[in-house]
């Protein structure tokens, strides 16, 4: 490969002047129809300039915001000398999953909203230079696997292949422990694998980085489901591992309560995306796994998950795919990129809408109608958005086929249910030190959803590396 | 992956599977299943444990011919391997000494309520067994069920077996006959269990049904196996298989259970078009 020449230098106004260049994508009423990556990223010269526009700052407030604790200045600047190898390794010190981490965290919130350039312009586009990295480290082939200490004779055991579960197997494998990831689905990755779609995350990228993974000596064993094949207290004292981290996620999708909800075409988002992604079912009949296609289709809620799977609907051939949500546009929590997609693609956003009943065909069970009242907001609420309230008399029904409820998840009962000296909060999550995530049972380790309820792939990661180092610590002093 | 260690007919599309699964052979206990896929391409069904030996490490399952994926595994052999079993998974059955405890089976209903029996009668239960089927030739592991010593009555459609008529009349019967029956279990077609559960329901004699929705992950992550008890929505895998009968709503079941049926029928079509039969027949 050559060398790409550094592009020139500019002053700290011209930096901060400069737009950052634009991420070409797939034009959004082709896309809406297929399954490929929308953004193709940056190539490399948009990548140096874009890396150059960096000021160096003295004290980087945005490794503040990276819950990995990336260090990003280190790496924006070999990309913009044209060091992409070393910038892959930097990288590779923090975070082993770039080319993840770049599609998928919310950047916005995080190092870049934090970017002092920010204040006065565009802030530095780390997220797609952090995917530009990665991209360019498994395309190119330059793939370097973490060097790992030497063998400890420590085994420790991880249970769930997401992004939490494999952040910890990386760092614990470089210690020198020997690492076993058990996963309950037939493939790993968590809901990189079974929730974020193709046109999101590619899945050769997870693939990717698992075989990297693997090339450190992690074991991932598929289709074990801890808490049933094999409990915790069982991979403890039979099967010999010295500490365990629980990563299982949030597994057990809400429903609605409202009446109507067993229908026929009635989903939740964790089934509708796991059918699609991870069952395959987006080929059918190819694969033998079906999802329902039909014409319309409302997806409930307002969250990343959401907007997944209302996008997912217009690529399996719905003609009319929309998102039902009972606050307005400022208050969804989805990020505004997704928001943003969808709305291209056409997806049709009914705010301000909550629905109270789900009505079908008394024949054949079949979804016929949402029944919605319409919302008005008041004052903000706990989580410091507006509490909407419904309007008298306000109530409408949305024709469709389909409905696809996204409104978050609960904890799994599996691991809990059999492990009884494990501490679980009312709700269902299990309970740990904040920073060291020992959970209340010795050796074990907890951290991702299954401790956060619903959060991010990021701070799951950032869980991971805490964890990891936590044990780390644990398997050479010993002390809990 | 799980090699298949033996097969054999049973019946008409009727076949029994021992499959090496060590692990799941020495957890499962009664009323647990496995989710089991053929190849990379399939779909995940599940399928109740019918009996497991851990000394060879091996689980049976008893499978009848019903769409794609089970047409798919009537093709497999000893030697062949599944993709994916997966479990065991579900809640156990509750086994306590009740007294006297009658198990109702339809069709392949049997192979579940297997393991059931023989842990019943280990609990010191006095064990009653109908077992019902379309004609003699549909009627499975009656052997098996006798070699447990039970009480068993057989029922076949046809007359062909047994006594000529349904499982919920001869329940009806045993009812009627006074003897005290602390508990019934009945697994089979939904059609068959809600039956069973209106025969039960006027004494209030306590009902446990075995359910069989659609299932996707067995882990309680996509709520796809969803039945209604009572006033609650519950997820088959996690809280069930078992629930009491008595509170299910089983036309709904039914109903989920064919939300597919459009898309089985295309998945059989293109199975059915291509040429599976054995090169050696005939010859």
């Not at chain 1, 260049?21 to 809406?32: D, G, I, K, S």
Request: proline content about 7%; overall charge negative; aromatic content about 4%.
């Amino acid at each position: 490969m050559t060398q790409p020449t550094p592009p020139p230098k500019r002053t700290a106004k011209e930096k901060i002047g400069t737009p950052r260049p634009p991420m070409r994508e797939q034009p959004p009423l082709e896309r809406a129809r297929n399954f490929l990556e929308v953004p193709f990223g940056y190539g490399p010269e948009q990548a140096m300039v874009e890396a150059e526009r960096c000021l160096a700052c003295g004290k980087p407030h945005c490794m503040e915001g990276c819950p990995v604790g990336n260090d990003i200045p280190t790496f924006l600047r070999q990309i913009a000398e044209g060091n992409f190898a070393g910038a892959a390794r930097t990288m590779k010190e923090t975070n082993l999953l770039p080319a993840i981490c770049g599609r998928v965290c919310p950047q916005e919130t995080q190092c870049e909203a934090l970017c002092v350039i920010g204040k006065r312009g565009e802030p530095i586009a780390i997220g797609r230079l952090e995917r530009f990295i990665g991209d360019w480290e498994r395309e190119s082939g330059a793939v370097e696997v973490p060097e790992c200490a030497a063998p400890t004779g420590r085994k420790v055991a991880i249970i769930g292949s997401g992004p939490a579960g494999l952040t910890c197997a990386a760092d614990v494998a470089r210690a020198g422990h020997r690492v076993v990831v058990y996963e309950a689905l037939q493939k790993p990755g968590g809901v990189l694998r079974y929730g974020i779609p193709e046109f999101r995350l590619p899945k050769a990228i997870i693939d990717a980085e698992l075989t990297l993974l693997e090339r450190m000596g992690v074991e991932i064993r598929c289709n074990e489901v801890i808490g049933m094949t094999d409990t915790i207290d069982e991979l403890l004292v039979e099967e010999g591992y010295d500490a365990v981290f629980v990563a299982t996620g949030a597994g057990l999708p809400w429903f609605l309560g409202i009446p109507g909800e067993n229908a026929l075409g009635v989903y939740s988002a964790n089934e509708f995306l796991t059918r699609t992604n991870l069952m395959g079912a987006w080929r059918f009949p190819e694969y033998d796994t079906p999802v329902q296609r039909l014409n319309v289709v409302a997806t409930i809620g307002g969250g990343n998950v959401a907007m997944d799977a209302a996008r997912t609907a217009l690529r399996l051939g719905a003609e009319r795919s929309l998102i039902v949500y009972r606050r307005g546009l400022d208050e969804l929590p989805a990020r505004a990129e997704e928001v943003h997609h969808a709305q291209e693609e056409g997806v049709e956003f009914h705010l301000l809408t909550n629905p109270v009943e789900i009505l079908s065909d008394a024949r054949t069970g079949w979804v016929q109608a949402l029944r919605c009242q319409r919302m008005e907001l008041g004052e903000p609420d706990a989580s410091g958005r507006r509490r909407p309230s419904p309007v008298p008399d306000s109530e409408f029904d949305l024709a469709l086929g389909t409905v696809i409820i996204a409104i978050g998840n609960a904890p799994n009962p599996l691991i809990p249910r059999t492990t009884p000296d494990l501490d679980v909060s009312r709700k269902g999550q299990i309970v740990v030190d904040q920073e060291s995530m020992k959970s209340s049972k010795r050796g074990v380790f907890a951290g991702g959803d299954i401790v956060r309820g619903a959060a991010t792939v990021i701070l799951a990661m950032g869980d991971g590396r805490r964890a990891a180092a936590s044990i780390n610590e644990y398997l050479e002093s010993g002390k809990w | 992956m799980p090699r298949i260690l033996r097969t054999e007919l049973l019946a008409p599309r009727i076949r029994r599977y021992v499959v090496a699964a060590p692990k799941i052979a020495r957890k499962r206990r009664a009323g647990q299943f496995v989710l089991v896929s053929p190849h990379p391409h399939g779909e995940r069904i599940p399928l109740t444990i019918s009996d497991a030996d851990p000394d060879e490490g091996s689980i049976t399952l008893i499978v009848q011919e019903a769409g794609k994926t089970t047409a798919e595994m009537a093709l497999l052999e000893a030697g062949d391997e599944l993709t994916d079993v997966v479990g065991p998974l579900g809640q156990p059955t509750h086994i306590v000494r009740l007294g006297h405890v009658v198990g109702v089976a339809g069709g392949i209903g049997i192979a579940p309520l297997y393991p059931i029996l023989e842990a019943m009668q280990q609990a010191g239960n006095k064990v009653s067994v109908i077992l019902g089927a379309r004609s003699v030739e549909y009627l499975i592991l009656e052997k098996e069920v006798r070699a447990l010593g039970v009480d068993l009555t057989l029922c076949t459609d046809d007359g062909s077996r047994g006594r000529k008529g349904f499982v919920t009349e001869a329940l009806g019967e045993m009812m009627a006959s006074g003897q005290a029956i602390h508990q019934v279990v009945a697994i089979g077609p939904a059609i068959m269990m809600k039956f069973v559960c209106e025969v039960t329901r006027p004494q209030a004699i306590p009902t446990i049904v075995s359910l069989n929705p659609i299932m996707v992950d067995g882990t309680g992550m996509c709520g796809g196996c969803r039945v209604q008890v009572g006033n609650e929505a519950k997820f088959a895998c996690v809280d069930g298989p078992e629930f009491d009968g008595h509170l299910v709503d089983f036309d709904l079941l039914m109903r989920r259970q064919a939300m597919y049926r459009e898309q089985e029928r295309q998945a059989m079509e293109r199975f059915a078009a291509k040429d599976h039969t054995c090169q050696l027949e005939g010859v």
